[in-house]
């Protein structure tokens, strides 16, 4: 019975052994695997065993991208203002065994990088062009710390300002700044708004007298036309008035003629003539050269009226 329980012993042992020996790795991550203390093989994801006593997993290491938020580090500018900045990495592992074996502690190492690189680069440059120069710092930083820390395995993917903290002085001449730079803005806009408004004012003003003056000349020119046609009309009345009065003496004096009247009769008519100028308005009267031959004019309108 003994060998029997010591062999089920044994090869109960042994199961556990093997058992034990063997691995799973999951996905994104990897396991550096020591033999005798010196580095044998880098496991990636899935199953592997290992040899007792002689195969040790010293390190697992994740594949995946991470970040890690140092804490604010007191730095100065060219202009000698102290500020806190806040810095975010992100990176990945790329070589597990460089991970390992590169640098002791990594993460120390990779902080202690970040902030001196950080020191540098605003150490050259002034207060407002740090506030404004983020994007430049932080593509400065990046490729400078992925440099640095590629023997130790790790890609550096991006490299983040998280936040920048001048002193209160520093803040408040600042806002006090940006205030006075939105005033002169607003001042500005209102000048421009009422300069605008002005000139379209004036405009207005300036098309109206247009319009107004443009009017008038049209009225004026109307006006002229209706009067002129009013006394073209008028002439032409006056030229048809005289030409009828025309055309009348012509027929009587046709007609007249057509009687054939006599001496005796046109020197009647002659006197009656000069008897209606007499009767007129006229300050002058012409007298005629026969006038001695009035004595007859009885016996003449005798003669007549037989």
């Known amino acids: ?99 390992t074996y590169g640098v002791e502690r990594p993460m120390q190492a990779m902080e202690l990088l970040t902030v001196t690189t950080l020191r540098n680069i605003v150490g050259d440059i002034e207060l407002d062009q740090t506030l404004t120069s983020r994007d430049t710092i932080n593509t400065r930083m990046r490729s400078i710390i992925d440099e640095a820390t590629d023997p130790w395995g790790i890609k550096v993917n991006r490299v983040e300002l998280k936040s920048i903290q001048p002193p209160r002085e520093i803040q408040d001449a600042m806002e006090k700044q940006m205030k006075a730079e939105r005033e002169r803005r607003e001042s500005i806009l209102r000048a421009e708004g009422e300069k605008a408004s002005a000139i379209l004012v004036a405009e207005g003003q300036k098309e109206s007298l247009i319009l107004q003056a443009e009017a008038k000349k049209q009225s004026a020119i109307l006006a002229a036309d209706a009067m002129r046609e009013t006394k073209i009309r008028e002439a032409t009345g006056e030229a048809e008035a005289i030409e009828r009065v025309q055309t009348a003496i012509a027929i009587g004096i046709g007609k007249i003629n057509a009687a054939n009247p006599s001496d005796k009769a046109l020197l009647l008519k002659s006197y009656e003539t000069l008897a209606a100028v007499a009767n007129g308005q006229a300050t002058k009267i012409i007298v005629p050269s026969d006038l001695q031959s009035l004595a007859g004019l009885t016996t003449i309108i005798k003669e007549l009226a037989k």
Do not use: C
């Open 1 to 99: 019975m003994e060998p029997v329980i010591l062999i089920s012993a044994l090869v109960l042992f042994v199961l556990v052994v093997i058992a034990a020996n063997i691995k799973v790795v999951p996905q994104a991550y990897s396991r550096i695997v020591e033999r005798f203390g010196a580095y044998h093989t880098t496991w990636n994801t899935g199953l592997h065993v290992k040899i007792p006593f002689i195969d040790r997993i010293s390190r697992t290491v994740s594949l995946k991208e991470q970040v890690v938020d140092f804490p604010p580090q007191g730095v100065i500018t060219k202009d000698n203002v102290t500020m806190q900045i806040d810095t975010v990495i992100y990176f990945q592992i790329t070589d597990p065994k460089l991970y």
